[in-house]
């Protein structure tokens, strides 16, 4: 079982329109939590990095909020726009040990139509 | 400033091949680290260099891999003998040797095992 699950699988929405992503984790402990950005045949993007102690963190019109009790996260994504349309993945760093691996979820592939 | 480049972009080999992968960090990046993408499944960590010393190779699948970062520049990945489950998307990414350790992804290398 995926220690990062990420719901829904994919989503659509209309170009202006608002929309939230979830994540849940189990990953634990944790050194922080990320959530990035993934056009078609490219890398992924970081959009916001959060550790353990932080309850949001925005970057532009994304805002990440993160629930270390409940192990959970969101992104909103505000007044969307077509070049939004990509793949948005919840990636967890495990605490401790020597290696910064990166541990993630599969993903939410959102279209955003005009 | 360059950011993380792969080569090549995409290769088709037949089973029982070898194939190598390079990538070129962010200049300056000692942390250097590979993942995989295989159809259908998350990104998963395989190694992570620091300089030119293997961190961790904990995701890597077996031994008919084999990555190397010869000077602490560089990268290479080479899969020997390759196998039809090889195929997938290669990832690299660099990170500076500081916290939060913000990863830089590269576009990837497609490899398609026939």
Known sequence: KNQVEQSPQSLIILEGKNCTLQCNYTVSPFSNLRWYKQDTGRGPVSLTIMTFSENTKSNGRYTATLDADTKQSSLHITASQLSDSASYICVVSPFGGATNKLIFGTGTLLAVQP | ?114
């Open chain 2, 1 to 114: 400033e360059a950011g993380v480049t792969q080569f090549p972009s995409h290769s088709v080999i037949e089973k029982g091949q070898t194939v190598t992968l390079r990538c070129d960090p962010i200049s300056g990046h000692d942390n250097l680290y590979w993942y995989r993408r295989v159809m259908g499944k998350e990104i998963k960590f395989l190694l992570h260099f620091v300089k030119e010393s293997k961190q961790d190779e904990s995701g890597m699948p077996n031994n008919r891999f084999l990555a190397e970062r010869t000077g602490g520049t560089y990268s290479t990945l080479k899969v020997q003998p390759a196998e039809l489950e090889d195929s997938g998307v290669y990832f690299c990414a660099s990170s500076q040797a500081r916290s939060p350790y913000e990863q830089y992804f590269g576009p990837g290398t497609r490899l398609t095992v026939t």
